[in-house]
């Protein structure tokens, strides 16, 4: 890709493989959702078997992982959300022809929040690592869902 205006309108291809990726790490919204409500159920899960103080120890270790997970979960759902706010607002400058690679990552590196040896980076690379974020969200979110399952029927069988 390039690293500055093509024309008068931009980098078309830019523009929407950015909108594209941007879109869909909208999905993240709802593993985020339901991964917030598995959290939730372990938590509470977890208050009442302190309450009643009769869960079993497999169940509290699960439920226990389950909230860790969630954890996790919410850190890549935060960090889905800042790409895609973040690729909405770059495929605008592709768009208009005023996206430059370099004045982004100096700007990224600057606040932090990219590491110098990531500068530069093609941008098809960046887009395929932001797709990633959704899929490691699902991946969390089915292990809540088993620990969840796995923990009910060990206080059942207990």
């Given at each position: 890709m390039?690293?500055?205006?093509v024309?008068?309108g931009?980098?078309?291809?830019l523009?929407?493989r950015l909108?594209?990726?941007?879109h869909?790490?909208?999905?993240?919204?709802t593993?985020d959702a339901?991964?917030?409500?598995?959290?939730?159920?372990?938590a509470?899960a977890?208050?009442f078997?302190?309450v009643l103080?009769?869960?079993p120890?497999?169940a509290?270790?699960a439920l226990?992982?389950c909230?860790a997970?969630?954890?996790?979960?919410?850190?890549t759902a935060?960090?889905a959300?800042?790409d895609?706010r973040?690729?909405?607002m770059?495929?605008?400058?592709?768009?208009?022809?005023?996206?430059?690679t370099?004045?982004?990552?100096?700007?990224?590196?600057e606040?932090q929040?990219?590491?110098r040896?990531?500068?530069?980076?093609d941008?098809?690379?960046?887009?395929?690592?932001?797709?990633?974020l959704?899929?490691?969200l699902?991946?969390?979110?089915?292990?809540q869902?088993l620990?969840?399952?796995?923990?009910g029927?060990?206080?059942?069988?207990?």
């Amino acid at each position: 890709m390039t690293d500055g205006p093509v024309g008068p309108g931009g980098d078309a291809a830019l523009a929407l493989r950015l909108s594209i990726t941007a879109h869909a790490l909208t999905a993240a919204r709802t593993l985020d959702a339901l991964s917030t409500g598995f959290t939730l159920i372990a938590a509470a899960a977890l208050a009442f078997a302190a309450v009643l103080g009769i869960a079993p120890l497999v169940a509290v270790a699960a439920l226990t992982l389950c909230l860790a997970l969630g954890l996790a979960a919410k850190w890549t759902a935060m960090r889905a959300r800042f790409d895609r706010r973040l690729l909405t607002m770059l495929a605008a400058h592709a768009r208009s022809g005023t996206l430059s690679t370099h004045v982004f990552d100096s700007v990224m590196i600057e606040l932090q929040v990219l590491p110098r040896a990531k500068a530069g980076r093609d941008w098809l690379l960046r887009c395929g690592r932001a797709l990633r974020l959704p899929l490691r969200l699902g991946v969390l979110v089915t292990l809540q869902a088993l620990l969840i399952a796995g923990a009910g029927c060990s206080a059942l069988l207990a």
